[in-house]
Structure formats: C-alpha cells, structure tokens
C-alpha cells in the first residue's frame, strides 16, 4: 500500500505551451531530468494516490501555471504518517507570480503575438527540421538592466533544478553576467512569434593588470530543442564576440558537466582543426607552445583547453592500428596524467617519515604504490579515450 502512494519525483511534468491546444494535447509535455535538489536523493513524493503535478509555461513570455491534482492522501488512510508537502518543497523553486487558475493561464496566452526579445540580437540562422523544411533561431545578448528582463530572469532560470546537476540561482545583482538568449522565430496565422529555446549565463572575472576572462556558467537548451546542434551554435556565437573584445584573454567554463564537456570540445576541435599548429604532422609530434600560443591569441583559448584539444585531434591523426603510433599517443596522454602523482611526490616523501600509512593516505589523497599508479594511470587513459572518440564521432558528421 506504501508503494501505491508513492510517485517518482520525475513524473512531475512541465508543459510548453505556444497555442491553447497545446494545454490538452500532451505533445509538449517533458519531464525533467532530475528531481534530488528539490525532493532529495530518493526523488520520490511520499503521500498521495494519482498524483499529478504540472507545471505549464508561455512559450515567449514563460508566464507559468501551477496545478497539483490527486485522488486521495496518505492521511486518509494512514494519519500517522502525513504526506509530503509538495507546495513547501517546490516554493522556492516556483516561478514568481505563478497562476492557478487554467481560464486565467489561456488569456495570458493572448499576449504572446506581442512578445519581443530582450537585448541584442547577435545571431540568426536556420537549420533543417526533422519533418522537412527549416526552423529558424535568433540569439540575444542583455544585462539584467534591460527592461522587464529582471522578471523574465526569475522566471526563466527556474528550469535549471530541473535539468543542471549542482544548480544555483545566481545574484543577478552582480553586474558582471551577461545573459545570452536562444527563441525560435516562427509564423502563426501570419504573425511571428517566439518561443524561448534555452539561455547561457557568462560572467566576466578581471584578470590582472586590464583582461578580463569570462566564465561560461550555466548553459540549458529545453527539451523540445534538444539534438539540433542549438548548444554548440550558442558557444560558437559567444567565442565569435570574443574574438572582436580585445580586452579578453581567455574564456573558461565553470565546472562543466560531461554533456556540456562533448559539445564544447566538438565546438574547440573543429576551430583549432583549421588553425596551423593543428595540422596532424604537428599534432604527432607533441603538444606545443605555438599551440597554446595559437589557440589563445585567435580562438581566446585556455591553455587547460588547447591541450585538451590538442590530444582528441592527435588521436584523430593517429593510426590505431599502427602499434608504435599509438603506442606514442598512449605515453604521451599518461605523462600528463602522471603530473599530479609526481607534484606530490615530494611532499609524499617528507610526511611518510611522521605519519602511518593510512594517515598518510587521508592526508595527501595520493596513490603511494607504483602498481596503483599504473592501474590508475590506465583506467584514466580508457576514460579520456571513450571520451575523445565521442567528439570524434560527432566531428565525423560534419
């Protein structure tokens, strides 16, 4: 009976909606990815029969609906043990100035032939749709100081809980985030419209004496526009305006997932593919200087990154089946991998004098036997080419 009041956290549906029939069709129904930031590490809803939690938003002004529906509660049945308070855990999380009323959701529906982008546009392109013909996308560039925008952040920015693992709200306060907006534009009944796609946050630390260098912080594209290549086009579109912004050293990423890892490194190798010091004669004869210097002065490149790139197009330039050429691509990928080991290798030497073993270990965090290091040093070499030869599948394609 504890079973059948229980509901997988994930069940909890998000609705885009662009016309009225949208709200009873169910096609634009997706649920999220996970649920443990905001129902805990179990994502389950403890407390209900036939429950049913929506949450639908305006595909242009994302102005939300929220329902909770269920046929019965735990308390009907079990008053010992009350049911999850599914308004409470959500509270924070909800986007402000929600509706709860369906007859008020669908005249706000009418305002969305007027809807026009916040900012600057600085991208357009089209690309061809699955069921033929092409759709087209526009991205926009703001501060939190464009009018209406601030509302529309508070809004927009609850997706993230849903769909980016560790995700936090930012202090929007902070003048250094630029904000970088992707819509669909289309045509309804002869009007355009647009319908918000995903968005990425960038903030621009100072570096000394008169750089800056931006992170890339948080990046979604929504479920429905997912698969399009719409990810790596909203990068590239921000590395062409750093290309032009002199006063930038070099962009980085804060604490990127593994998704977001794959499409920023396909996004990197197909422009250091085309620059000199990637050539493959170049690229098997080691990681260079002129590389990172390459990559950095016309691709604002980190040099973390340049060499990143520069082993998944090494493994490109590399023969497997020679074993001498890939035998000297495997030594090269384990010597940077074996840095850490040998950063501590001092400091490993001076404290096994003082402390036991395993006090040593907790300590330093460090392998401290040749046969771990090279079980680890081969288990890091397998992950990093899985990981490579996903981008050069995707590179493949183009």
Known sequence: MYDELAMAAREYKPVYVRKEEDIDSGESTF??????????????IFGYKGLDISLYYTAANLVPYFNISTKAKVEETYSDVPPDDISKLLAEDLPPGYLTGLDHFRQALSNEATFRPFGEMVDSYSIEARTGGTRTFEVYCMKIE???????????????????????????????????????KYSESGNVR???????????????????????????????????????????????ICYNRMEVLDITVEDPSENFQRVRDFVDCSNCSKLESFQPDLLREGFSHEMVEEAQAKLKLSKLQTRRVYEILRLKATNEGNKEMFRQYRLDLKRRLNLP?????????????TLL?????????????????????????????????????????V
């Open 341 to 353: 080991y040998l950063r501590n290798r001092k400091t490993y030497k001076k404290l096994e004098r």
């Open 146 to 184: 464009e009018p209406g925008f601030r509302d529309y952040h508070s809004r927009m920015q609850t997706f993230i809980k849903f769909f980016i693992d560790a995700a936090s709200y930012i202090d929007v306060d902070d003048e250094r985030w630029d904000y970088f907006l992707i819509y669909e």
């Open 31 to 44: 649920h999220p990815e996970m649920t443990h930031q905001i129902f805990g590490d179990s994502e389950m």
């Open 194 to 240: 647009y319908a918000f796609s995903g968005y990425m946050t960038v903030y621009n630390f100072y570096a000394y004496p008169e750089k800056v260098r931006p992170r890339i912080s948080q990046v979604l594209v929504l479920p429905p526009f997912q698969k399009m290549g719409l990810c790596a086009r909203l990068i590239q579109t921000f590395y062409n």
């Open 357 to 397: 073993p395993e006090e040593l270990s907790q300590t330093l965090g460090v392998i401290n036997n040749d046969e771990q290091r090279f079980r680890y040093l081969e288990a890091a070499f397998q992950e990093d080419l899985k990981a490579y030869k996903h981008v050069l599948e995707r590179l493949a394609m």
